[in-house]
């Protein structure tokens, strides 16, 4: 094979990857319209695939079976269990570079670019609530509208691991590199691991029980608009609807069907007006318990060696095994993401190796300039 049909190969690979990916989304996507987004994207891709599989053909080469990458199985596998909210973050990316790497192929690549582009707003609609330039002309008129969302679960539980694997390995070696004695090092990283993991989970806590105040709180705003100005209400209704690809006679008969019913229009705006879902939030204590945990779980790896030894061995056997499960982290949102899963994993274990070695370095210097 040539540069060019190599080219054409790994294009090919990557659509069908894509299909691949959309289709396993509409099928556990409980959302019907949201279903539906995803299954045209799919077909998108598979015509996609079709044009660099003619172009193969055409020159001889061998097609291979068509198998999704273990990538995409593991984004699926994350979609049919935590929904796929988890995941559209993590594909979003992906879309773009699909669009630089078409345009800078151009030929027929470019038209492929412009409709890659094209599925990167949609993906970006669902990420934020959707019709986001309704929302922004909406917003000029209404001034308390705020932005909320949740951040992905798959991408908080990994950092909420490496947030315990950093601060713990930092403070442990701060206190061994000061001379501490080893009761007093196992000590500082038992309560390291306590006082990170509840200051998270006191976070968390605070920040999902924020958002379904704030949930509340414009769900009643809206019934109040509702009831003072039906019209105004109506109108935005209807720019949403118009945004989603309804006629201006649609979007207005839709509008005015849904404000016959106050509680389902104001649901209805709070989740397309503000990209809110009141199923999507989570609860606080839930939250909390995660965050607990995974903190707790990363921030245990570096205590370990100090609980089977002391002195050198420990601080060598605690900062092999954290830069080690933290390349094991970094690499899985290389993975995850679609970018390199070394370079993701180099990243991560050299912040962790900086930190830990200006921490130990302090400890070091306080522990000679006390004795």
Do not use: C
């Not at 949201?34 to 003619?54: D, G, Y």
């Not at 979007?251 to 199923?279: F, H, M, W, Y």
Request: proline share 4%.
């Amino acid at each position: 094979m040539n540069p060019r049909t190599d080219l054409w190969l790994q294009n090919l690979v990557d659509e069908r990857d894509g299909a691949a990916l959309y289709e396993g989304l509409a099928r556990y996507e409980k959302d019907a319209a949201k279903a539906r987004s995803f299954t045209e994207l799919a077909a998108a891709e598979r015509r996609h695939a079709e044009v660099w599989a003619r172009k193969l053909e055409k020159e001889s080469v061998a097609i291979p079976p068509d198998r999704p990458s273990s990538r995409i199985r593991a984004l699926v596998w994350l979609a049919r269990r935590l929904g796929s909210e988890a995941v559209v973050p993590m594909i979003l990316d992906a879309e773009a570079g699909d669009a630089d790497k078409y345009d800078a192929q151009g030929g027929d690549a470019s038209a492929i670019a412009d409709e890659e582009r094209a599925h990167r707003v949609v993906l970006a609609g669902m990420g934020d609530g959707q019709v986001r330039d309704a929302r922004a002309l909406i917003a000029v008129r209404e001034r308390w509208h705020g932005s909320s969302g949740r951040a992905g679960s798959v991408r908080a539980a990994i950092f909420g691991m490496n947030d315990g694997l950093v601060s713990n390995l930092s403070l442990i070696l701060g206190v061994a590199g000061a001379g501490a004695e080893p009761h007093t090092v196992v000590v500082t990283g038992f309560a390291g691991l306590l006082a990170g993991a509840f200051s998270m989970a006191a976070g968390e806590y605070s920040s999902v029980a924020s958002q379904r105040d704030l949930l509340t709180r414009q769900v009643e705003l809206e019934k109040r608009e509702i009831e003072e100005a039906p019209e105004e209400e109506a109108a935005e209704l209807a720019l949403i609807f118009k945004q989603k690809g309804l006629s201006t006679e649609q979007a207005s008969r839709v509008a005015a069907e849904i404000l016959k019913n106050p509680e389902q229009a104001a649901d209805t705006l709070v989740r397309e007006e503000l990209g809110l879902d009141p199923n999507d939030l989570g609860s606080p204590i839930g939250a909390a318990g995660s965050s607990f945990v995974m903190f707790a779980v990363g921030a245990t790896v570096p205590l370990i060696p100090f609980l089977l030894t002391s002195g050198n061995p420990a601080m060598v056997a605690a900062t092999a095994f954290s830069l080690v499960a933290l390349a094991g982290v970094g690499g899985f949102i290389g993975f995850l993401s679609g970018t390199s899963v070394w370079r993701s994993a180099g990243r991560m274990v050299g912040l962790a190796a900086l930190a830990a070695g200006v921490t130990y370095a302090v400890g070091r210097a306080f522990g000679a300039t006390v004795g």
